[in-house]
C-alpha cells in the first residue's frame, strides 16, 4: 500500500503566485517523520524540512511554509511568491519509528514560468 | 563540510555484466541508505547501514548487494544486470541520533 500520496502530478504557475503541494501519508506508528525533499533538474534531493509526529507546529522559513494536520494525515507545503529557481520535483516522504528507511510520494513537478 | 560523494556519477554497461557503485558519506555521518529512482517505479530504498552492518533492506532480489566499511564509506553491487536496473542510484548520509538524510548527486547507470 502507498504509505505516502502526492496527489498533484504536475503544477505549473507564472513567478510570485503561490503553490501549495498537498501530501498525505498512511501509518500505524505513533512515532514517525515527516520530510519534503526538493530535486531541481541536476538531480540532487535537497533536504528541505523534517516534522516528527508529536510535533504539530507549523513551520515557516523564509518563503517556505509547512502545515503538519495529524487528524487528516497531511503535511502540506506552501511556496510564497514562487520564483523560477523553485522549478523541481518536490517529494514528500516518511519513515516510521526508529527506522532510517524513506517511503517518497510520486513527486510533484513544479514549474514556474518568468 | 563537503557534502555526499558518489562515483561514478554515469556507468553504461550491458546486460549480464555487474556493477559496483561506491558513496562517501557527510563527514562524521555513519549511517549510509541507498535509493534507487526510476521513471515507473519512483524512488525506493534498496538498503542502509550503520557502522558496517545492515540495518534494513527494502524489497529487491539478491542480486542487489551492499557492504559499508570502518570509514563509513559504502558500495553497492548489482550482479546480472538487466535492462530495468537502469536508473538513478542515489546515496544519502545521516548522522548517529537525527534520521534527516543528506542526498549525493547520484550515479546514473544505463543498462543495454
Known amino acids: 500500500a502507498q504509505k505516502v500520496t502526492q496527489a498533484q502530478t504536475e503544477i505549473s504557475v507564472v513567478e510570485k503566485e503561490d503553490v501549495t503541494l498537498d501530501c498525505v501519508y498512511e501509518?500505524?506508528?505513533?512515532?514517525?517523520?515527516l520530510f519534503w525533499y526538493k530535486q531541481p533538474p541536476s538531480g540532487e534531493l535537497v533536504f528541505l524540512i523534517r516534522?516528527?509526529?508529536?510535533?504539530?507546529q507549523n513551520e515557516i522559513s523564509g518563503r517556505y511554509s509547512w502545515n503538519f494536520q495529524k487528524s487528516t494525515s497531511s503535511f502540506n507545503f506552501t511556496i510564497t511568491a514562487s520564483q523560477v529557481v523553485d522549478s523541481a520535483v518536490y517529494f514528500c516522504?516518511?519513515?516510521?519509528?526508529?527506522?532510517?528507511?524513506?517511503?517518497f510520494g510520486a513527486g510533484t513537478t513544479v514549474t514556474v514560468r518568468a | 563540510k563537503a557534502g555526499v560523494t558518489q562515483t561514478p556519477r554515469y556507468l553504461i554497461k550491458t546486460r549480464g555484466q555487474q556493477v559496483t557503485l561506491s558513496c562517501s558519506p557527510i563527514?562524521?555521518?555513519?549511517?549510509v541508505s541507498w535509493y534507487q529512482q526510476t521513471p515507473g517505479q519512483g524512488l525506493q530504498f534498496l538498503f542502509e547501514?550503520?557502522?558496517?552492518?545492515?540495518?534494513n533492506k527494502g524489497n529487491f532480489p539478491g542480486r542487489f548487494s551492499g557492504r559499508q566499511f570502518s570509514n563509513s564509506r559504502s558500495e553497492m553491487n548489482v550482479s546480472t544486470l538487466e535492462l530495468g536496473d537502469s536508473a538513478l542510484y542515489l546515496c544519502?548520509?545521516?548522522?548517529?541520533?537525527?534520521?534527516?538524510?543528506?542526498f549525493g548527486p547520484g550515479t546514473r547507470l544505463t543498462v543495454l
Open positions: 544519502a548520509s545521516s548522522i548517529f541520533g537525527r534520521n534527516e538524510q543528506f
Open positions: 501509518t500505524r506508528d505513533t512515532t514517525y517523520y
Open positions: 516534522r516528527n509526529s508529536f510535533d504539530e
Open positions: 516522504a516518511l519513515s516510521e519509528g526508529v527506522d532510517y528507511k524513506l517511503s
Open positions: 563527514s562524521g555521518h555513519r549511517s
Open positions: 547501514y550503520f557502522s558496517e552492518t545492515q540495518r
